[in-house]
T-cell receptor, first 116, second 114 residues
Framework: AQSVTQLDSQVPVFEEAPVELRCNYS??????LFWYVQYPNQGLQLLLK??????LVESINGFEAEFNKSQTSFHLRKPSVHISDTAEYFC??????????????FGQGTTLQVKP | DAGVTQSPTHLIKTRGQHVTLRCSPI?????VSWYQQVLGQGPQFIFQ???????GRGNFPDRFSARQFPNYSSELNVNALLLGDSALYLC?????????????FGPGTRLTVT
């Protein structure tokens, strides 16, 4: 079985400052890793994903995440945040393989609050 | 192209009643998954259907059921509603049933049980 822990429930940060949202996972098998963003009163949007290959993955809006197998982490970073980045961020895992159903297991979420 | 659509947007029901939530996937997507998101928590997996067959079920009681139709749309049914069923119910569609494919989420149905 897999589980996800997001270490911070809320992260307040000033505009243009860097930010890191932390995510650790637990699994006895290899996993796929995802970050989703949820804006108020909306569904989830995929921000970025790691399936294989380069451990550093990037999104089109400046976020990046690095898969660290030894530390079982997939932290999300952005060097300079904007007010519009204020949202709920969810880390998720799924397990590939013969029993793979596409089931996503989500963390509790981290609220990113960008202040002017 | 239209994204994943869900209906209704909001719903208020009384304890003990039954509810049906509906989801239309993105055109061409054959997999539909349902998630429950209780306020302040991450989404919890309920079901996945692929090609009209159940492919996965989360840790939810038998009061929860679902089905997928030939046009790949889906319904989630919940019987004997409890106060704890109050949540945002999210539907996600994907081209295939495996996790390497991105899941596209709809805006959700907000269910309130009084």
């Amino acid at each position: 079985a897999q589980s996800v822990t997001q270490l911070d429930s809320q992260v307040p940060v000033f505009e243009e400052a860097p930010v890191e949202l932390r995510c650790n996972y637990s699994s006895s098998v290899s996993v796929y890793l995802f970050w989703y963003v949820q804006y108020p009163n909306q569904g989830l949007q995929l921000l970025l994903k790691y399936l294989s290959g380069s451990t550093l993955v990037e999104s089109i809006n400046g976020f990046e995440a690095e898969f660290n197998k030894s530390q079982t982490s997939f932290h999300l970073r952005k060097p300079s945040v904007h007010i519009s980045d204020t949202a709920e961020y969810f880390c998720a895992v799924s397990a590939p393989g013969s029993s793979n159903t596409g089931k996503l297991i989500f963390g509790q979420g981290t609220t990113l609050q960008v202040k002017p | 192209d239209a994204g994943v659509t869900q209906s209704p947007t909001h719903l208020i029901k009384t304890r003990g009643q039954h509810v049906t939530l509906r989801c239309s996937p993105i055109s061409g997507h054959k997999s539909v998954s349902w998630y429950q998101q209780v306020l302040g928590q991450g989404p919890q997996f309920i079901f996945q259907y692929y090609e009209k067959e159940e492919r996965g079920r989360g840790n939810f009681p038998d009061r929860f059921s679902a089905r997928q139709f030939p046009n790949y749309s889906s319904e989630l049914n919940v019987n004997a509603l409890l106060l704890g069923d109050s949540a945002l119910y999210l539907c996600a569609s994907s081209p295939q049933g495996t996790s390497s494919y991105e899941q596209y989420f709809g805006p959700g149905t907000r269910l309130t049980v009084t």
